[in-house]
Every structure is written in C-alpha cells, then in structure tokens.
C-alpha cells in the first residue's frame, strides 16, 4: 500500500532565508507526486506536480521540487522565504492505476520570521 | 474564476443530530472527492466519485456516515447520528477526469469546519 511520510511536523526559518521541506514515498507502482499548500482557514491549493519527464518541477511561488526515485523522495524546496509563505504544506501521492485518488502525508507547519 | 463551494462553512451541533454538508463541483468536473481534516489523524480520504457513481468509499464509516451525489453540480455528505469524535474539518474536491489511469488534478473548496458537541 502506498503512503507519505513528512519527515518535518515544524519547520521555522528566518526571513529570506532557503528552506527544504521533506517528503518520502512508498509505492510499488509508478507514482504522481503532488505539493499542495494551506493557509490558515481555507482549502488546500496546488503548489507543484510531478507526472513524468524531467525530474526537476518548479511551481508556484518559487517553490521547485526534485522527484529521487532510487531515494523515494519529493522534497521541496525555496531559495529566499518571505513571510506570505508561512502555511501547512502537504505531500500527496497518487499511484498511476487509482484513478486519481490521493495520499497526504501529515503535513509541515512552516513558520517565517521576521 | 471557478470554484469549488461547501456550505455551511461553519457547524455547530448536538451530539446525535443529523448533520449535511453540501459540494458544488467546479462545473465540467466530474470527479469528486470527500476528505475528513483532524489534528490527530491529518487528510482522510472518506470517499470519491466520478460521473455521481462512488468509487470508493472505504475510508467512510458506513454506519453513520454517507455520501451521495443526487446531479452534477452537487455532492452531499450525511452524518447521521452524530458523534463528538466527528468533529473536524471536512473538505470536497472536485477533478476533471478521462479514464481511471489518467492524472487527476484536485481543486479544493474551502471546507466545513463542524463541531459536535
């Protein structure tokens, strides 16, 4: 059975400052990988999507993720935080034969300081 | 600009009565999707469609819970009877969608948040 598993439940950074946000999958098929965002009180938004082809996926916001096969990683990444971007940030995975359906992992709570 | 809506966006009710959340998919998806956010337990899938049939509902439990979709602009999901633990965030996505191998992107609404007491 497929899951996800964010390696970070907090992760607070200054402002400006790069920031990684891990994830790893388990699957036994070929995968999609997804990263979508929460902000406070409001649904979750579609940050970035792996499908296939190059293994570098850049999204909104100036976030990018690198999708590691041998590693079973989707970790997420930004050079320069800004405070707008203190959210949830979740990893989701689809296995390509279910239809679209998705697992999220738990989350990461990312808090920019000033 | 089209959205997913979920009404009510907030509820408040007694242990034991029957709670109904409704979902209007973005027009032209026929895809939905259930989810159930809480602290503890983080994004459940309950229960997904396409074309208004379920495809799955196994994250559901089918004693008291239950999710129809009567047309295609309209999503239900029911609660009956109610119970403190039901407490949480429920959110819908809805997805274009063209076979059952494809990729499904998912726009989600945003959520009611239900509180039982």
């Known amino acids: 059975a497929q899951s996800v598993t964010q390696l970070d439940s907090q992760v607070p950074v200054f402002e400006e400052a790069p920031v990684e946000l891990r994830c790893n999958y388990s699957s036994s098929v070929s995968v999609y990988l997804f990263w979508y965002v929460q902000y406070p009180n409001q649904g979750l938004q579609l940050l970035l999507k792996?499908?296939?082809?190059?293994?570098l996926v850049k999204g909104i916001n100036g976030f990018e993720a690198e999708f590691n096969k041998s590693q079973t990683s989707f970790h997420l990444r930004k050079p320069s935080v800004h405070i707008s971007d203190t959210a949830e940030y979740f990893c989701a995975v689809s296995e390509n034969n279910q239809g679209g359906k998705l697992i999220f992992g738990q989350g990461t709570e990312l808090s920019v300081k000033p | 600009d089209a959205r997913v809506t979920q009404t009510p966006r907030h509820k408040v009710t007694e242990m034991g009565q029957e709670v109904t959340m409704r979902c209007q998919p973005i027009?032209?998806?026929?895809?939905v999707f259930w989810y159930r956010q809480t602290m503890m337990q983080g994004l459940e899938l309950l229960a997904y469609?396409?074309?208004?049939?379920?495809?799955?509902d196994s994250g559901m439990p089918k004693d008291r819970f239950s999710a129809e979709m009567p047309d295609a602009t309209l999503a239900t999901l029911k609660i009956q009877p109610s119970e403190p633990r039901d407490s949480a965030v429920y959110f819908c996505?809805?997805?274009?969608?063209?076979?059952?191998?494809?990729?499904?992107?998912?726009?989600f609404g945003p959520g009611t948040r239900l509180t039982v007491l």
């Open positions: 469609f396409r074309n208004r049939a379920p495809l799955d």
């Open positions: 792996y499908l296939s082809g190059s293994t």
């Open positions: 027009l032209g998806h026929n895809t």
């Open positions: 996505a809805s997805g274009p969608s063209r076979a059952v191998y494809s990729y499904n992107e998912q726009f």
